[in-house]
């Protein structure tokens, strides 16, 4: 699955932005739980939020909790960031992830785990000034 980022920016501190995850081909992002990461400089990989792809569990950094939403849309095969309230903090370039599973059940959890996803965009930078 090859996945496109986008809506990166610059934006000031208390502002929003949206970044898009879109599979391209026309892949489909069925079973593909679906994961935002992001890497700020000399800093590891950090998980921002995720969610299953049966419309499940969600998960979020505590960091980001209450000011970003991750929502997918499944007829554009497309995962959203909305991110409100922005901080300096929040520095860094965002990617998508995509890992698949075949099956979920009632206790089914985001991984949050960089390693363990299948797909990876390009990532998108997000630029916060103060």
């Known amino acids: 699955v090859q996945l496109q980022a986008s809506g990166g920016g610059l934006v000031q501190a208390g502002g929003s932005l949206r970044l898009s995850c879109t599979a391209a081909?026309?892949?489909?992002?069925?079973?593909?739980?679906m994961g935002w990461f992001r890497q700020a400089p000399g800093k590891e990989r950090e998980f921002v939020a995720g969610?299953?792809?049966?419309?499940?569990?969600?998960d979020y950094a505590d960091s980001v909790k209450g000011r970003f939403t991750i929502s997918r849309d499944s007829a554009k095969n497309t995962v959203y960031l909305q991110m409100n309230s922005l901080k300096p903090e929040d520095t860094a370039v965002y990617y998508c992830?995509?890992?698949?599973?075949?099956?979920?059940?009632?206790?089914?959890?985001?991984?949050?785990?960089?390693?363990?996803?299948?797909?990876w965009g390009q990532g998108t930078l997000v630029t916060v000034s103060s």
């Open positions: 992830a995509a890992k698949y599973r075949a099956y979920t059940t009632v206790g089914t959890v985001v991984v949050t785990t960089a390693r363990l996803y299948d797909y």
């Open positions: 081909s026309e892949r489909t992002l069925s079973r593909y739980d």
């Open positions: 969610n299953i792809w049966s419309g499940g569990s969600t």
